[in-house]
């Protein structure tokens, strides 16, 4: 549900947006997250950035966190943030733990992506997809994470914790995503190989793993997910990992946006970044609304599929 102040309805250029019931003064709070449906952090800051609540060491003046899930690969900040991650029955821990053994058990260097015919219809996918053979390969470092955040949302449909069919009701890009970047399409694969023989070590999990759900959970990855960068104020802020906070992906683009978020913990909050008048739509920016519109449009194009129009890139 979201708050009095927003719904949700369909706009007049496709899709949903959130548009404001009332009308809402400069700097007033909005809407919050509270945590995140699945997320993950890259490999690279896993001992630094904690797994649960995704404070980064750095920011407490720490080179790393120092309590970890045994085997799992995941630190955490505090024993509280370690039980709070780990589901009851230790599935989600189990599941990491097997695809940490997985990759050192593989030899050899991953495979660079390799060209393949152009993509232009979901046939051609579907067909792609149904004359794979899923062997199993070494996978890159963002493959691995991939495979992370697949397991974080399917953790999620397994114990019914969460909002699956909502996440279902996210935009799906995978042919736009695929047609403008067809040598992803067999990297796509090998992440599924690998996840599905990982989770032959989590039989209760295994069941989940299926190319449709991967699929689906791909499909809805791209263009949805949200970063999660360091909360420093000096400067450039790093990008740690990603999440999905679906209630908040209604929020549509624009260049000049009246909404501005920020991240507190898990939790993504949202305020009025100006006055805004009642049934106006509530916009963020998903880019650095600082670029020239050259880039801006560049960048939207590439990673949301879709031209901007919003009154700035016109005016610009």
Same mark, same amino acid.
């Given at each position: 549900?979201?708050?009095d102040l ?6 007049a250029y ?5 548009f ?7 700097n007033a709070f909005?809407?919050?997250c509270s ?5 993950v952090?890259y490999?690279?800051f896993?001992?630094?950035v904690?797994?649960?609540? #995704?404070?980064?060491?750095f920011?407490?003046n ?14 955490f ?8 991650w780990?589901?009851g ?5 189990n599941?990491h733990?097997?695809?940490d053994r ?6 050899g260097?991953?495979k660079e992506p390799?060209s393949r015919?152009k993509?232009?219809s979901k ?10 053979? !899923?062997?199993?390969?070494p996978?890159?470092q963002l493959?691995l994470?991939?495979?992370?955040f ?7 449909r ?13 935009q799906d890009?995978e042919l736009?995503y695929?047609r403008?970047r067809p040598?992803?399409l067999?990297s796509?694969?090998?992440?599924y190989? #690998?996840l599905?023989?990982?989770?032959q070590?989590v ?13 689906a959970?791909?499909g809805r990855?791209?263009?949805?997910? !949200? ?20 209630k908040?992906?209604?929020f549509?683009?624009d260049?000049?946006?009246n ?15 100006r006055d805004?008048e009642?049934?106006?739509?509530l916009?963020?920016s998903?880019i650095?609304a ?13 990673d949301?599929? #879709?031209?901007c129009?919003c009154?700035?890139?016109e005016n610009e």
């Amino acid at each position: 549900m979201y708050s009095d102040l927003l719904h949700i309805k369909e706009t007049a250029y496709g899709g949903r947006g959130l548009f404001a019931t009332t009308s809402i003064p400069k700097n007033a709070f909005i809407y919050t997250c509270s945590s995140p449906y699945a997320s993950v952090i890259y490999r690279v800051f896993r001992k630094e950035v904690c797994g649960h609540c #995704f404070s980064y060491a750095f920011d407490s003046n720490r080179n790393a966190w120092n309590i970890r899930r045994d085997g799992a690969g995941v630190w955490f900040c505090s024993i509280g943030c370690r039980d709070a991650w780990q589901d009851g029955d230790g599935l989600l821990g189990n599941m990491h733990a097997a695809v940490d053994r997985l990759a050192r058990s593989l030899k050899g260097e991953a495979k660079e992506p390799c060209s393949r015919k152009k993509i232009t219809s979901k046939k051609d996918l579907d067909a792609a997809w149904a004359a794979s053979t !899923f062997d199993l390969e070494p996978l890159t470092q963002l493959e691995l994470d991939t495979v992370r955040f697949l397991a974080s949302v399917i953790m999620v449909r397994y114990t019914g914790g969460g909002e699956w069919e909502d996440f279902i009701q996210l935009q799906d890009n995978e042919l736009e995503y695929i047609r403008g970047r067809p040598q992803d399409l067999d990297s796509q694969i090998r992440v599924y190989a #690998f996840l599905r023989k990982a989770a032959q070590a989590v039989p209760d999990f295994y069941a989940y793993v299926t190319v449709d759900t991967v699929r689906a959970i791909l499909g809805r990855d791209q263009g949805n997910a !949200f970063g999660l960068y360091d909360m420093s104020t000096s400067g450039d802020s790093e990008m740690l990992g990603f999440a999905m906070y679906i209630k908040a992906s209604y929020f549509n683009h624009d260049c000049s946006p009246n909404v501005r978020k920020q991240r507190e913990g898990r939790s993504m909050h949202f305020f009025a970044a100006r006055d805004i008048e009642a049934g106006e739509e509530l916009c963020i920016s998903y880019i650095d609304a600082g670029d020239p519109v050259e880039k801006r449009r560049e960048e939207l194009a590439r990673d949301w599929f #879709f031209t901007c129009l919003c009154r700035r890139c016109e005016n610009e």
